[in-house]
């Protein structure tokens, strides 16, 4: 077997936080030419009344097929692939990446003051296999004022986030509490990646 695996992922924190726990890896990205419509937007779109756990885990497991058939297409080498999403849920509402610095402002609007949870599905496919987890961590957001929000909003951050913040940028000023996974909030939660990676007999040096 490889001593690499596949990111499937491009997001830079998941990559930032796979390397903190020592694992090799490589990213396995679509390509702007050849990787449509597997990896359209529109399969992260909610399907009518489904809640945020099996939405989470739905789209993680659509990204892992795409990736494995990105794997075939490129005769790649046969490494395990990781692939994960992240969404956050209020009020049975699923609330993913923000369309617009709009969207933006009401999804944090209605983080403020609350607490919310933060969903990360991961899956690792390796040698016909899958295994799969998932980390759920509850978030308090302090209230915030509008000047405050439109000026994290002005940041840019919230930008391809879920729920339009990070964590670990200067969103960490609102964050009161949380209870969970700090790595998982972010977008790659690593105990439950390492137990997976484990389980492969691939466990991190
Ligand atoms: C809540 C929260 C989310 N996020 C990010 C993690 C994810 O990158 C993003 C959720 O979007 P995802 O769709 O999970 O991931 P992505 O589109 O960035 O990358 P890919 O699909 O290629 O794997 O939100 C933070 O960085 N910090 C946070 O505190």
């Known amino acids: 077997m490889p001593d690499f695996i596949y990111l499937a992922s491009q997001s830079p924190r ?33 399907l009518p009344g489904e809640d945020a756990q ?13 990736a494995l058939a990105r794997q075939a ?40 003051g609350r607490e919310h949870q933060v969903l990360t599905a991961v899956q690792l496919a390796w040698a016909g296999r899958r ?12 209230p915030l004022s509008a000047a405050q929000i439109d000026a994290y909003v002005a940041s840019g951050e919230p930008q391809g986030k879920a729920g339009a913040y990070g964590i670990q940028g200067r969103a960490a000023a609102f964050v009161e509490r949380i209870e969970g996974s700090y790595s998982g909030i972010m977008g790659l939660p690593l105990f439950e990646t390492a137990q997976l990676l484990g389980a492969a007999g691939l466990a991190p040096s």
């Open 131 to 142: 295994q799969a987890a998932l980390s759920c961590s509850r978030v308090r957001f302090a």
């Open 54 to 66: 099996d939405y989470v885990q739905r789209v993680t497991a659509l990204k892992t097929d795409a």
């Open 73 to 112: 297409r490129r005769a790649l080498p046969a490494a395990p692939i990781l692939c994960c999403d992240t969404t956050v849920a209020l009020d049975g509402a699923i609330l993913g990446k923000p369309q617009d610095a709009q969207d933006a402002t009401r999804m944090l609007a209605r983080l403020a």
């Open 14 to 46: 998941r990559s930032q936080l796979l390397e903190q726990i020592g694992v090799r890896h490589v990213l396995l990205l679509p390509n702007a030419a050849g990787d449509a419509p597997e990896d359209a937007e529109a399969l992260e779109a909610p």
